[in-house]
T-cell receptor, first 111, second 119 residues
Framework: LAKTTQPISMDSYEGQEVNITCSHN???????ITWYQQFPSQGPRFIIQ???TKVTNEVASLFIPADRKSSTLSLPRVSLSDTAVYYC????????????FGKGTTLSVSS | GAVVSQHPSWVICKSGTSVKIECRSL??????MFWYRQFPKQSLMLMAT?????????EQGVEKDKFLINHASLTLSTLTVTSAHPEDSSFYIC???????????????FGPGTRLTVL
């Protein structure tokens, strides 16, 4: 399974856009890039997934360059409630494939 | 979206006793469920893959005789921590793949977790 590298922590203020970049140099052809969010003492929650180019949903955007060796999660206008740990994961689309979590990025949003 | 529940949400037990944690997919069937363990300030660590009707596959370093996994139906997997010791105190989280119910390829839904404290 591809290993991911992302910053350990980031700080931001309310209303700002936050971009978290993840490196996955050994990503395979069948791998998708997925981001999860986790609040303390809760299970992770799906944010967004992409394969290439750009994906946008109601909470975030995901930018993936052509070589797919990295990806950037973009959170527009963060609020205090976005303070959480964000995990970038790379996994194949095969059924039954487990998700292997890296260290994640702890985002702290201040007022 | 698909919902995964866990029971209990927290449990305190004495050293040497066994504790069973249930993981249920409430509105979908899951042939495969996963069990993770998370220590404070650390990431989730995959413990095992639970397959309905067959033996679980354990990750390297996870004792299969200590962490018993049973996946007897398409909506229920259980993790039993046998002869628990204080070092087993952790946050245990299960997940299940929702098949076509998810919004994304191989999307997995996570339970709310179970906090185990062994005295």
């Amino acid at each position: 399974l591809a290993k991911t590298t992302q910053p350990i922590s980031m700080d931001s203020y309310e209303g700002q856009e936050v971009n978290i970049t993840c490196s996955h140099n050994n990503i395979a052809t069948n791998d998708y890039i997925t981001w999860y969010q986790q609040f303390p003492s809760q299970g992770p929650r799906f944010i967004i997934q992409g394969y290439k180019t750009k994906v946008t949903n109601e909470v975030a955007s995901l930018f993936i360059p052509a070589d797919r060796k990295s990806s950037t999660l973009s959170l527009p206008r963060v609020s205090l409630s976005d303070t959480a740990v964000y995990y970038c994961l790379v996994a194949s689309n095969q059924a039954g494939t487990a998700l292997i979590f890296g260290k994640g990025t702890t985002l702290s949003v201040s007022s | 979206g698909a919902v995964v529940s866990q029971h209990p949400s927290w449990v305190i037990c004495k050293s040497g006793t066994s504790v069973k944690i249930e993981c249920r997919s409430l509105d979908f069937q899951a042939t495969t469920m996963f069990w993770y363990r998370q220590f404070p300030k650390q990431s989730l660590m995959l413990m095992a893959t639970s397959n309905e009707g067959s033996k679980a596959t354990y990750e390297q370093g996870v004792e299969k005789d200590k962490f018993l996994i049973n996946h007897a139906s398409l909506t229920l997997s259980t993790l039993t921590v046998t002869s628990a010791h204080p070092e087993d105190s952790s946050f245990y989280i299960c997940s299940a793949r929702a098949g076509t119910s998810g919004r994304a390829v191989n999307e997995q839904f996570f339970g709310p977790g179970t906090r185990l404290t062994v005295l």
